[in-house]
């Protein structure tokens, strides 16, 4: 969120941003408490708009309220990981489809670019994963079918409990690169099952390292 377009929007949703972004980048991770003073004091926000933040989040499924400890970052178990990454393969898979049939050169464009962007960023994990997931969305974008969108950006904020990022992982932004541009190639080519077909194969690889990383 750039410091213009936060001027701008209502406090309660400057302080939801604010604390999504800190939950997404893994700087509060699962199992963190989320107290009132300290975020409002982290963010330079006052306690109102923070309370309201973490009852959006509490609502999305982000947080949980635990007897005598309050507000925590929910933690997934292993079994809710597997099953996380199966609907998004689905999902994904089935967005990509719909691009093939949908897309056009100007947002075809925009994900090739924000691909290369991605693996310029390859060496910050931050910004990686940060150009990653704006790749991802101009892909739900491009589906163009609302309600597949919604589905998708309602994972999107489920998958910020994973915390941290597959991309950390050495050779992982070249690789992802790769699975991107094969699945660019076939909405161009508008071969719907092939870009289908690339997009899960993409969910799986990562759903693979996202394993690797929870037993390390």
Do not use: C
């Not at 700087?27 to 306690?47: D, H, M, Q, W, Y």
């Not at 969108?149 to 409990?161: P, T, V």
């Not at 991309?167 to 092939?194: F, M, V, W």
């Amino acid at each position: 969120m750039s410091p213009d377009s936060a001027d701008h929007q209502p406090r309660g949703e400057v302080a939801y941003q604010k604390l999504l972004a800190a939950i997404q980048h893994g700087e509060l991770k699962p199992g963190t408490r989320i107290r009132e003073v300290e975020v409002a004091e982290r963010f330079g926000i006052s306690r109102t708009p923070v309370r309201d933040a973490i009852r959006r989040l509490e609502s999305d499924g982000l947080l949980i309220h635990m007897p005598r400890h309050g507000a925590v970052i929910k933690e997934l178990d292993h079994r809710e990981v597997i099953e996380l990454y199966e609907i998004r393969e689905v999902l994904e898979g089935t967005a990509a489809r719909y691009a093939a049939r949908h897309a056009s050169e100007l947002e075809i464009a925009e994900l090739e670019d924000l691909n290369e962007l991605m693996l310029k960023n390859g060496q910050d994990p931050v910004k990686v994963a940060e150009t990653n997931r704006l790749f991802h969305q101009a892909l739900y974008r491009t589906a163009n079918n609302r309600y597949l969108i919604d589905a998708l950006n309602s994972l999107s904020n489920s998958m910020a409990l994973l915390g941290g990022t597959t991309l950390q992982y050495d050779g992982r932004p070249e690789s992802a690169y790769q699975e991107h541009k094969n699945i660019i190639d076939s909405i161009r080519s508008g071969n719907a099952d092939q870009a289908d077909t690339d997009a899960r194969h993409h969910i799986r690889s990562a759903q693979r390292l996202r394993i690797k990383l929870l037993r390390e």
